[in-house]
């Protein structure tokens, strides 16, 4: 075998190897080459770039029901041991995010869209949950670790690395990445439905959220290709979640 390439997969069965910790509420074990906190000063400056570049509500009574829905959810997930911020975007798109530093972001779109607060509980939750099982350090692990092995590939591929790394990349991106990311996408779902119920809303409305959203969007990207699991795989996976734990 080519040395860089033999290089690059010893250096990544290595860190592979160093970084496997297991993770109680996920029930398995992720691949972590890279601490939540590193994440801490870039939420920051990403929290204060979308206050300062993008127009706030200044609705106090949507302004309110953020904080309310958001805070239940928040003390249901264990969280309140950390300071929390919320905004209300002026935007037509429905979305929502939650940062690692403790900042809710929600559109008017979104509060728009979900037809009460349980609707709007399983998109926080949705989104704290991905905070609690550190989605975003496992995905930035992971994609390091893959650059590691594709910058081998192409450099044992002399006068072919150019299309050597293309398919590699595009390889990598289907076959690793991308069905990793729609596994963290049912795996925030599951949390999300387990921090609204325990928050006191209600289990059935979130796959309602996802009928509504199902409805809203004009075209779809083939399941294998996207990173997020389709809008009926998803439905499915929270009918049969919320069924085994004999939730309404």
Not at 60 to 66: G, I, K, Q, T
Not at 129 to 154: F, I, K
Not at 201 to 207: A, K, L, N, T, W
Request: with cysteine; proline share 3%.
């Amino acid at each position: 075998m080519n040395r860089p390439l033999t290089l690059a997969l010893v250096t990544a069965a290595a860190l592979s190897a160093a970084a496997c910790a297991y993770n109680e509420t996920l029930g398995r074990s992720q691949f972590l080459i890279v601490d939540d906190a590193a994440f801490t000063q870039q939420s920051e400056a990403a929290w204060a770039q979308a206050l300062r570049t993008q127009q706030t509500s200044n609705d106090a009574a949507a302004n309110a029901r953020v904080r309310r829905v958001g805070g239940r959810i928040v003390e249901a997930a264990g969280l309140t041991g950390r300071s929390w911020d919320y905004a209300v975007f002026v935007s037509q798109s429905p979305n929502a995010f939650v940062l690692p530093s403790g900042k809710i972001g929600v559109t008017t779109g979104l509060l728009n869209l979900v037809r009460n607060d349980d609707q709007l509980a399983a998109v926080i939750g949705h989104e704290v949950g991905h905070v609690v099982a550190r989605h975003a350090a496992e995905r930035y692990s992971s994609t390091a670790a893959t650059s590691v092995v594709l910058s081998g590939v192409q450099s044992a591929a002399g006068d072919y690395a150019q299309a050597a790394g293309a398919i590699g990349g595009l390889g990598a991106q289907l076959g690793v990445l991308l069905p990793f990311s729609r596994r963290h996408e049912l795996e925030a779902d599951r949390l999300g439905v387990d921090y609204l119920q325990r928050a006191g809303y209600r289990p059935s409305e979130s796959v309602a959220l996802w009928r509504i959203m199902a409805e809203q969007r004009q075209g779809s990207t083939p399941e294998f290709a996207s990173t997020h699991p389709s809008d009926a795989s998803r439905i499915a996976a929270l009918e049969q979640y919320i069924a085994s734990q004999g939730w309404a």
